[in-house]
């Protein structure tokens, strides 16, 4: 886009975030205000501890997150859309009740994949009598795609991941809702754009912002650390084109995944990146950059709605491009929380409500407070 032309603000329809971890508890209570200033709703993932594996714990998952949502302003209204943690004992009984609980579908994590899994699926065939109850109920599942095989290079888990077990779980269950989450490289995209059926993805900010050197420059940089890991720089650039294209098998799912700053940077780090802070901005700034603002809205805001056969939301957010300053460090609990980009400056800035109090913090502010 000509930048001489290109518009000093962006208002969308109201956008959804489609993957996303809240925590529970005190951390909860500390990055829910963020999702629900930028996002009518979520779909929030059921990697606690323990796991989220039935319609009852999810219920009253759903209603800490409902006591959890700001009183007033802009999040108030902020819909959790929820998920079943799919493990190899996964009854079958269970995915009426969850069709009829308004649950969203079911995530599968490979045994052993990323945070919180090692309750996860440990052979997909032991799952087929649930997956086919998920087919015949029209309940998506939602797939954390990469292989565990310690044979197989940590690059190519999701390459890995497609040839060995998505291909053959889509050819035995033809008509079953998956949507590959997070992905990562350009054979994901291309799967996912080429594929018959019904099948959708979510891109990250951080996979379409950064690639792998963000990791290693300037010395281990643990922030930018999550799971599926950053890949080179043809995957970032397949990932753009596939998100910003129109398509509407690509939405929004920030995978904004909080993990307390002192247990990233340190020894065995932990995995995720947080961006619910600023997730429509740093979006804006890729799809600008790919100068296709236009489909921003498709991809923040339609997309996912209609994959999951739900309304697409009313109102509207605002974009101005103005630079601002991410805060460095949030309050998480007892701990601190370290945004991606913390520090650095953004080119739009979401106008909504107390959201743009961040800007230009005094440094006594609890927001910068380490
Ligand atoms: C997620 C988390 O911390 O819950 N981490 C991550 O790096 N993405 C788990 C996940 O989505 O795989
Ligand atoms: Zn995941
Ligand atoms: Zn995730």
Same mark, same amino acid.
């Given at each position: ?35 629900a ?6 779909v ?9 594996s ?35 004992n ?22 052993g ?11 997909l065939r032991?799952?087929?009598?649930t ?26 888990r ?28 350009r ?7 080429g ?33 599926p ?30 993990? *307390? =700053?002192?247990?990233? !940077? /340190?020894?065995? @780090?932990? %995995?995720?990146?947080y961006? $619910? ?10 799809f600008? *950059? =790919?100068?296709?603002? !236009? /489909?921003?809205? @498709?991809? %923040?805001?339609?997309?996912? $709605? ?54 230009g ?10």
């Amino acid at each position: 886009m000509n930048r001489m032309t290109a518009p000093s603000t962006l208002t969308l329809t109201r956008p959804d975030d489609w993957h996303l971890h809240l925590r529970d508890g005190a951390a909860l209570a500390a990055v829910l205000p963020h999702t629900a200033r930028q996002f009518a709703r979520a779909v929030v993932m059921p990697n606690l501890r323990p796991p989220v594996s039935t319609v009852a714990l999810a219920l009253a998952y759903r209603a800490r997150i409902l006591a959890a949502r700001p009183t007033e302003g802009p999040g108030a209204d902020f819909e959790p859309l929820m998920t079943l943690y799919l493990t190899d004992n996964t009854p079958p009984d269970e995915i009426r009740l969850a069709r009829e609980a308004g649950i969203v579908g079911l995530k599968l994590y490979p045994a052993g994949a990323t945070t919180h899994s090692d309750a996860g699926v440990t052979d997909l065939r032991k799952t087929w009598r649930t997956l086919d109850a998920m087919q015949r109920e029209g309940l998506p599942l939602l797939v954390h795609g990469e292989v565990t095989d310690p044979a197989v290079d940590l690059f190519d888990r999701e390459a890995v991941f497609i040839d060995r077990e998505l291909i053959p779980l889509r050819r035995d269950f033809p008509s079953l809702k998956i949507v590959f989450e997070h992905i990562t490289t350009r054979e994901g995209a291309q799967y996912v754009l080429g594929a018959e059926g019904p099948i959708g993805a979510t891109v990250t900010p951080q996979h379409l912002l950064y690639n792998r050197n963000a990791i290693f420059s300037g010395g281990l940089q643990p922030h930018f650390y999550c799971l599926p890991v950053l890949k080179a720089e043809v995957h970032r650039q397949a990932l753009v084109e596939a998100a910003t294209s129109g398509s509407p098998k690509f939405f929004l799912g920030t995978d904004s995944a909080p993990h *307390a =700053a002192h247990l990233k !940077e /340190h020894a065995g @780090g932990h %995995a995720g990146c947080y961006t $619910a802070f600023s997730a429509l901005e740093l979006y804006a700034e890729v799809f600008e *950059a =790919a100068g296709a603002l !236009e /489909h921003l809205e @498709g991809f %923040a805001s339609f997309h996912g $709605a209609d994959f999951y056969s739900l309304p697409r939301n009313s109102g509207t957010v605002t974009l101005r491009r103005e630079a601002w300053t991410l805060p460095e460090s949030l309050p998480f609990g007892e701990a601190a929380l370290k945004p991606l980009r913390g520090g650095e400056t953004l080119r739009w800035q979401l106008l909504d409500g107390s959201r743009t109090m961040a800007v230009g913090l005094p440094s006594d502010s609890p927001l910068t407070a380490a």
